[in-house]
């Protein structure tokens, strides 16, 4: 050992997530670029993707609609076709040549909508049929809401869409279960009006998304699926009275299905991306659940240390600080000064503004560190 080495941080040493052997915990959450034209990935993001992975690193890739009822914004990737398929092969394939493990989150926006994105210009679909309230950004149509009978088609989306993440090389898929689509639209009682078995009470709420899960499960593999929640956040007015027991609830009912982990945004994001201070805290769920949990919601280096360092969770997502540093585990490492994210640019369809063009670390020195 030399003088010059330093203990590992926390958020710096190895993890093994059920096949997937980690070397770090620094995981890459899932971050919505709208630079897919016509929903189809783009070559771009090969670039993208690849400049973000590092060996034994995990990344999750941008919410990806699981059919054509599935999209709510321009120019997010979908999974559904075979032409999408082969798009995603490339980008894949670039990242694992890198040794990052790769998922893909697999969405449907439900009711955030606009019937321009919709099929021969349909109602969105929800839970409901209250509509959303129209935003400066956005406009949305009104919903319909699904029928029991068409529930379990939806429910088959995903699992298709499970495959064919699978079969683009993909090592899983997250569904997202949070933020206020439509997974969440099932499970938040400020959403779901329904009185038939997919409302009421909490266990009827959370059935579609546990039937999506099983689907998922089932298709692919529990060992290589994992789920983000976000029981405490009320975006696009999806908030629920008891987030507490919600949260709760959905830990223990995904361990009878063994999926390979939980992934949790942390009560402090409710509205916006700036944090607040609330009482309330994942502890509950972390304890309850058997799989793998990793936390999401305004860390920062310090921040994800102490989790991991208290066994809080297993592993820390991030999100804005890793759009603007490609390098973030490496910077971690160092303790170098992090490049400034620019929110202007997080949504705009340029291909490399904002997108590609954040500078790494430019120390030699440091460039074969194994810290």
Same mark, same amino acid.
């Given at each position: 050992?030399?003088?010059?080495?330093?203990?590992?941080?926390?958020?710096?040493?190895?993890?093994?997530?059920?096949?997937?052997? !980690? #070397?770090?915990?620094?995981?890459?959450?899932?971050?919505?670029?709208?630079?897919? /034209?016509?929903?189809?990935?783009?070559?771009?993001?090969?670039?993208?993707?690849?400049?973000?992975?590092?060996?034994?690193?995990?990344?999750?890739?941008?919410?990806? *609609?699981?059919?054509?009822?599935?999209?709510?914004?321009?120019?997010?990737?979908?999974?559904?076709?075979?032409?999408?398929?082969?798009?995603?092969?490339?980008?894949?394939?670039?990242?694992?040549?890198?040794?990052?493990?790769?998922?893909?989150?697999?969405?449907?926006?439900?009711?955030?909508?606009?019937?321009? /994105?919709?099929?021969?210009?349909?109602?969105?679909?929800?839970?409901?049929?209250? #509509?959303?309230?129209?935003?400066?950004?956005?406009?949305?149509?009104?919903?319909?809401?699904?029928?029991?009978?068409?529930?379990?088609?939806?429910?088959?989306?995903?699992?298709?869409?499970?495959?064919?993440?699978?079969?683009? *090389?993909?090592?899983?898929?997250?569904?997202?279960?949070?933020?206020?689509?439509?997974?969440?639209?099932?499970?938040?009682?400020?959403?779901?009006?329904?009185?038939?078995?997919?409302?009421?009470?909490?266990?009827?709420?959370?059935?579609?998304?546990?039937?999506?899960?099983?689907?998922?499960?089932?298709?692919?593999?529990?060992?290589?699926?994992?789920?983000?929640?976000?029981?405490?956040?009320?975006?696009?007015?999806?908030?629920?009275?008891?987030?507490?027991? !919600?949260?709760?609830?959905?830990?223990?009912?995904?361990?009878?299905?063994?999926?390979?982990?939980?992934?949790?945004?942390?009560?402090?994001?409710?509205?916006?991306?700036?944090?607040?201070?609330?009482?309330?805290?994942?502890?509950?769920?972390?304890?309850?659940?058997?799989?793998?949990?990793?936390?999401?919601?305004?860390?920062?280096?310090?921040?994800?240390?102490?989790?991991?360092?208290?066994?809080?969770?297993?592993?820390?997502?991030?999100?804005?600080?890793?759009?603007?540093?490609?390098?973030?585990?490496?910077?971690?490492?160092?303790?170098?000064?992090?490049?400034?994210?620019?929110?202007?640019?997080?949504?705009?369809?340029?291909?490399?503004? *904002? /997108?590609?063009?954040?500078?790494?670390?430019?120390?030699?020195?440091?460039?074969?560190?194994?810290?």
């Amino acid at each position: 050992m030399g003088a010059t080495t330093v203990d590992p941080i926390p958020l710096l040493t190895p993890y093994k997530m059920g096949n997937f052997n !980690l #070397s770090h915990r620094v995981v890459m959450a899932p971050l919505t670029r709208m630079k897919s /034209y016509n929903n189809v990935p783009q070559p771009h993001a090969i670039l993208y993707y690849s400049q973000r992975a590092s060996k034994g690193g995990l990344l999750i890739a941008e919410a990806t *609609g699981v059919s054509d009822t599935a999209q709510g914004y321009p120019n997010t990737p979908g999974v559904w076709t075979k032409e999408q398929v082969e798009a995603w092969k490339p980008i894949v394939d670039a990242v694992h040549a890198k040794g990052s493990v790769f998922f893909l989150q697999i969405w449907h926006v439900g009711r955030v909508s606009n019937s321009i /994105y919709q099929p021969n210009g349909q109602a969105p679909i929800s839970s409901t049929d209250k #509509s959303l309230t129209s935003n400066d950004v956005q406009k949305f149509t009104a919903p319909r809401r699904l029928r029991r009978d068409e529930i379990p088609n939806i429910v088959n989306d995903f699992r298709l869409a499970a495959r064919n993440a699978i079969d683009a *090389g993909f090592d899983g898929v997250e569904i997202h279960g949070a933020h206020g689509y439509l997974l969440d639209q099932f499970m938040k009682d400020k959403v779901n009006d329904r009185t038939d078995e997919y409302g009421g009470s909490l266990e009827n709420r959370c059935r579609f998304a546990l039937q999506v899960v099983e689907a998922v499960a089932n298709e692919i593999g529990a060992d290589k699926v994992g789920i983000r929640l976000s029981p405490f956040a009320e975006y696009a007015e999806s908030g629920d009275s008891n987030p507490n027991a !919600l949260g709760l609830y959905m830990a223990n009912a995904l361990n009878k299905y063994n999926i390979l982990y939980c992934h949790m945004v942390e009560p402090r994001l409710v509205h916006t991306f700036d944090p607040v201070e609330t009482p309330h805290s994942l502890e509950p769920m972390r304890k309850a659940f058997n799989g793998t949990f990793m936390v999401a919601g305004g860390y920062n280096r310090q921040d994800g240390n102490n989790a991991i360092a208290e066994n809080r969770a297993d592993l820390v997502v991030y999100g804005r600080w890793f759009i603007s540093n490609p390098d973030l585990p490496k910077r971690f490492a160092f303790d170098a000064p992090l490049n400034k994210y620019n929110r202007e640019t997080f949504y705009i369809p340029d291909p490399v503004v *904002g /997108y590609t063009d954040y500078p790494f670390l430019n120390d030699e020195t440091h460039v074969e560190s194994k810290a």
